[in-house]
C-alpha cells in the first residue's frame, strides 16, 4: 500500500519560492534533497509511489514523488538521513493544516488530489480573500 509523508516547508511563502529554493539546494547538494534525523520505518510503502507533501502557510500546497532515503553520519558526528525526491512539483488542492516539527506519515485516504491543470487555488486573489474563501472550504 502506497504511504505518503507530510512535511512544513519553513519560510516559505508561496510555491514558486519552494521551486526557486529547491533549484538552488540542488545545484548546491548535486542531487534533490531534504534531510531529517530520523530514518522511516515504513520505507517499502513510501517508495510504493509515495510522495512528500509540502505545507506553505498552513496549508497542504504540493507534492514531489519520493525517490530514495539515504542514511549518512553528519559533520558533528550524528545520524541523518537524505530524503530525495522528484524535482517535479505538482501543485495540490489547498487544505488546511496545523503546524508540526519534522515530518508525519499520510496516508492515502488523507493525501489531497492533485489540482487539475488550469484551477486556480487562490494566488491571483488577495491573500486575505484567498485565505478565508480556503478556511470556508470554498477554494
Not at 513510501?46 to 539515504?70: C, T, Y
Request: aromatic share 8%; hydrophobic share 40%.
Amino acid at each position: 500500500m502506497t504511504l505518503h509523508l507530510i512535511k512544513m516547508a519553513v519560510g516559505v511563502s508561496d510555491l514558486a519560492e519552494l521551486r526557486k529554493l529547491q533549484k538552488l539546494r540542488r545545484k548546491r547538494r548535486g542531487r534533490s534533497v531534504f534531510f531529517t534525523r530520523n530514518m522511516p520505518k515504513r520505507i517499502d510503502e513510501l517508495l510504493d509511489g509515495g510522495s512528500i507533501f509540502w505545507v506553505i502557510k498552513r496549508q497542504v500546497a504540493a507534492r514531489q514523488r519520493l525517490k530514495g532515503f539515504m542514511p549518512f553520519v553528519g559533520k558533528d558526528g550524528k545520524r541523518r538521513v537524505a530524503v530525495e525526491y522528484a524535482m517535479k512539483l505538482v501543485p495540490v488542492m489547498p487544505r488546511p493544516c496545523r503546524p508540526f516539527q519534522g515530518w508525519r506519515y499520510l496516508g492515502p485516504a488523507d493525501a489531497p488530489r492533485d489540482r487539475p491543470a488550469g484551477v486556480d487555488s487562490g494566488e491571483r486573489l488577495p491573500p486575505k480573500l484567498a485565505r478565508e474563501l480556503r478556511d470556508l472550504g470554498l477554494l
